[in-house]
């Protein structure tokens, strides 16, 4: 029996690890294969049988794995980033959760002739949107401007307010009396509302002050952090059912928005977490489905789902939008772009089974329509996002300036040749008189220490792609580094390799703290004497310098290549033992 269960849970990871492998292979949204993945596990062929494995588990694991992935995404968020867009945020809450909810209960009462009440709970079920997909889609998509974070912040703060309302309208249905009912679900949204609010700032107060305190060792944090999120959860739900989930994420935004203590690490663990739970939650439920269910849904089922894309999402933004800053093509995006998640597929799975063993024969409908809309809204999304974004104007490119930390001669040299190709360098530098230099060419500068507080939230990084450290103190860069591959990954994170006053390489740090060197390996005391020797910036093809040693042969033994420019525009820097592109311009400090 044991055996068993062990053997249901690994197919049940290996199925999702699996699923998310395929999808990155193809480069399609990963929830159309955990979904496929886990139908054919599931109701098509019963090769996976969840009740079998979890039993009366099932349920709790998905809630506390909602939970789990809520607070992630309010851990990505912060007050900052919601303060620039909160009048969109804030109307497509409070404006367009309603708009979206009536429109889908009439939908759900007309087209597929469900009774009033479950009609509400259909579209209250359906109101969400989620990070759980509009997280992977936005990293797909990359759309330009503020437009992403409406979207982000969107999904974050409406999905805990929709599974709330969900339930209060299934507390609601259970009432039986309209007027009792009515007073269940008021009441229920006030009191989960001001529970979860209060609930989630104390926590992230109580966890920060821990940290402050050093009562917690750095060893620890991560193991803490996912069972204070759960206790939160759990203390919410006993008092309002389902206000977990907005404690949760009021706790997720409101550590991400202190600056008292880092939450880096807590936020990179939760997110390989994410991965995981949600890659088992989409695996898990599909596979509770009945076959019979989905082939017997009533074929307005494509109707009703046509009215979600089609009409509710396009009317609730545009209504709940008006005189808010956002542009007519942002919102044709937002318009078009809502698709379901995680949350509703876990809402809808519970509320079907107990409606059913209550008594409503109708509601077993309820999960294999939703699981539809999930499906269907979610391609729609994934293959419209795109085009849509490139048709209005709203694409952006894939970044290919660079982040340039020293404004010393050598960072000049690099902005002025980055500049010279129309890409995008900003310099960042603590001294005052560099920085001033920079300025009088006409260069993009910050004053400040790179990761300071300050200029790590005032820095524009939009078009940024790149890190080049360049300072002459190698921690500085070190550090830079380290911090920035995160952000830009590591193929695109550089320092420059430090030199001892002899002209050697120094010794450096263990090779996982440092990032890839560039300018053909050259030490730093070689640029600088270049550059004071009055080296200028020279482009040759690489067909005629194919490689180092090439164009060491036409422009001298102490040419540099700063970095090369394909055709299409994309950037690449040049490391000791890397192959030069092909078809690209190499961009060369040759000495005088």
């Known amino acids: 029996m044991h055996q068993e269960t062990i053997n249901g849970i690994v197919t049940l990871v290996a199925l ?9 292979r ?15 596990a599931g109701p098509v062929t019963g090769f996976f049988e969840p009740d079998e494995v979890l039993g009366s588990l099932v349920f709790p694991f998905v809630s506390l794995a909602a939970a789990v992935v809520l607070f992630e995404g309010g851990l990505t968020a912060s007050w900052e980033e919601i303060k620039g867009v909160a009048t969109p945020v ?17 939908a759900g009462h007309y087209l597929l002739g469900l009774r009033a009440e479950l009609a509400l709970l259909l579209g209250a079920i359906l109101v969400v949107t989620g990070p759980t997909v509009i997280g992977p889609l936005l990293r797909h998509a990359r ?28 507390q609601g249905i259970r009432a039986e009396e309209i007027e009792r009912a009515f007073t269940v679900v008021s009441a229920g949204i006030l009191r989960a509302a001001l529970l979860s609010v209060l609930l989630g700032l104390v926590a992230a107060y109580l966890f920060v002050r821990f940290r402050e305190r050093d009562v917690l060792p750095e060893f620890l944090h991560n193991a803490v952090v996912l069972p204070c999120v759960l206790v939160v959860y759990a203390v919410a739900n006993q008092i309002q059912e389902e206000s977990g989930l907005l404690a949760v994420t009021v706790m997720g935004i409101a550590l991400a928005s202190q600056r008292r203590v880092s939450m880096e690490q807590s936020l990179e663990f939760t997110e390989h977490v994410r991965i995981l739970l ?72 519970l ?44 694409a952006q490119k894939t970044p290919q300036g660079v982040l340039i930390v020293g404004a010393d001669r050598v960072g000049r040299t690099i902005a002025q040749a980055l500049a010279q190709h129309g890409l995008r360098g900003l310099l960042v530098d603590s001294d005052p008189g560099k920085v001033e230099e920079a300025r009088d060419l006409g260069l993009e500068v910050v004053k400040g220490e790179v990761l300071s507080r300050r200029v790590l939230r005032s820095l524009d990084l939009d078009g940024i792609g790149h890190l080049v450290a360049v300072t002459p103190n190698d921690d500085v860069n070190t550090l830079a580094a380290a911090h920035f591959q995160r952000l830009f990954g590591a193929a695109n994170v550089h320092q420059i390799q430090p030199s ?14 440092t990032a890839r060197t560039f300018a053909g390996g050259a030490t730093l005391g070689k640029l600088q004497a270049l550059a004071k020797s009055g080296a200028s910036v020279t482009v040759t093809p690489v067909e005629e310098t194919p490689t180092l040693e090439r164009m060491r042969e036409q422009l001298g033994a102490d040419a540099v290549p700063l970095f090369a420019v394909s055709d299409d525009g994309e950037l690449s820097f040049i490391q000791t033992d890397s192959p030069l592109p092909s078809a690209a311009k190499l961009v060369v400090l040759a000495p005088p």
């Open 143 to 170: 759309p330009r401007g503020s437009v992403g974070s409406v979207l982000k912040l969107e999904g974050i703060i409406n999905d805990p307010i929709g599974a709330i309302l969900a339930v209060l309208v299934f």
């Open 16 to 24: 999702g690890a699996g699923s998310q492998w395929i999808a990155w």
């Open 26 to 40: 193809l480069r399609i949204p990963s929830i159309l294969v955990l979904l496929a993945a886990g139908f054919i």
């Open 500 to 513: 001892s006053q002899r002209g050697r390489p120094m010794p450096g740090y263990a090779s996982e703290l």
């Open 278 to 349: 949600i890659s088992t939650l989409f695996i898990l439920l599909t596979a509770r489905m009945d076959l019979g269910d989905v082939t017997g849904l009533p074929v307005a089922t494509l109707a009703f789902v046509a009215v979600v894309i089609f009409v509710a999402r396009p009317a609730s933004v545009f209504l709940s939008t008006v005189r808010s800053g956002v542009t007519v093509r942002e919102r044709i995006f937002l318009g078009a772009m809502a698709p379901r998640g995680v949350v509703a597929a876990a809402v809808s799975s």
């Open 90 to 106: 804030r109307r497509l809450i409070v404006l367009g959760i309603p708009i979206t909810w009536a429109i889908l209960s009439a």
């Open 351 to 394: 509320f079907a089974l107990e409606l059913v063993e209550s008594g409503y024969e109708e509601a077993s409908i309820l999960m294999p329509v939703t699981f539809a809309v999930i499906a269907l809204t979610v391609l729609t999304s994934g293959l419209s996002a795109v085009p849509l974004l490139k048709g209005l104007g709203l």
